[in-house]
Structures are given as C-alpha cells and as structure tokens.
C-alpha cells in the first residue's frame, strides 16, 4: 500500500510502501531496533509488515507485526520506526502515523463482528498520551488501548492513499 514520509530537514515528501515482510528481510536489534524482529518472526499466527521508500526498498523505516485473536479482533503486536527516525530529531515523519493507519486498515479486513475496524494493543505507559493525543486511540484500562472504528477512518484518510 502507498504512503507517503516526510523529509523532517526538507519538508519534502517522499513515496513510500508498507509490504509484507519476510523474516529475512526484519531489522536487526543490534543495529540499534528495540524488538528482536527476527525471533519475533517466528511467532505463529503473526503477520509483518515493513515500511520502506520507494527509491530505496532495501532500507526499511518501519516495521508492524499484527495477530487475529481468537479468529475476529485485530491486535497489534509490535510497532517500531528504524532507529534513524526516533523522535523530533528523526529522517523521516509519518513512519508510525502510516504504520498504525495500516493497522487500522487491515481491522476492516480481518476483523469480525463486533470488532470490525476495532485494533487493539497495550501500549508502554509513556506513549500513552502520545497515542491518545496525536494519533485518537482509546484507553481502555492499564495499558490496554483501542483505535475504535472512527479513529481508524481518521487515521487511514490522513496517512494512507485509498481514497477514501
């Protein structure tokens, strides 16, 4: 699916695409990631999925790995930008924006019932109101968080190219 980055020095915008990622092709932590994403692959059940730009598609920017539970509620699993696009002083903005977009994306695909469109997650305790705040997700209890149907409209009308 085509998104688009932002050059955080330049403001220009650059074309990118969130693909399927094969475990060979996941980030390693000792070059600076926070999740082991190569033993993360081998988690049964679990798809992946990377961001990485067009001009360069061997570099990645971002990787998501997603879980159906119990056959009908979206859950993500993991999120991470590359180490390169860390905050204020980061390459690249909309990497996480575009990847929880996705996210919610695929809930409409995936999810039954009830959960159609819903995405859930626990999220660690100081992103919380960074999740709340810039991106619309939901509370729920401790750290347990949602993006509901609507939030995840949102979310895929900014950051993904569906035309909607």
């Not at 033993?39 to 971002?62: H, N, R, V």
């Not at 109101?129 to 619309?136: F, N, P, T």
């Amino acid at each position: 699916m085509k998104v688009y980055l932002e050059e955080v020095a330049s403001g220009v915008t650059i074309e990118a695409l969130i693909t399927k990622a094969e475990a060979k092709e996941m980030p390693l932590k000792k070059k600076g990631w926070q999740f082991n994403w190569r033993q993360l692959s081998k988690t049964e059940g679990a798809d992946f999925y990377k961001l990485t730009k067009l001009d360069t598609p061997e570099e990645i920017e971002g990787v998501l790995m997603i879980t159906l539970l119990n056959e009908e509620m979206l859950y993500m699993n993991n999120i991470e930008v590359a180490p390169h696009n860390y905050g204020s002083n980061g390459k690249y903005s909309k990497v996480a924006g575009s990847l929880l977009a996705f996210a919610c994306y695929k809930s409409f695909e995936q999810g039954k019932s009830y959960y159609l469109g819903y995405l859930s997650f626990d999220s660690k305790t100081s992103l919380i109101r960074l999740y709340q705040e810039k991106y619309g997700a939901t509370l729920a209890m401790g750290q347990k968080m949602f993006f509901d149907p609507d939030a995840g409209k949102k979310l895929m009308k900014k950051y993904l190219k569906l035309g909607l």
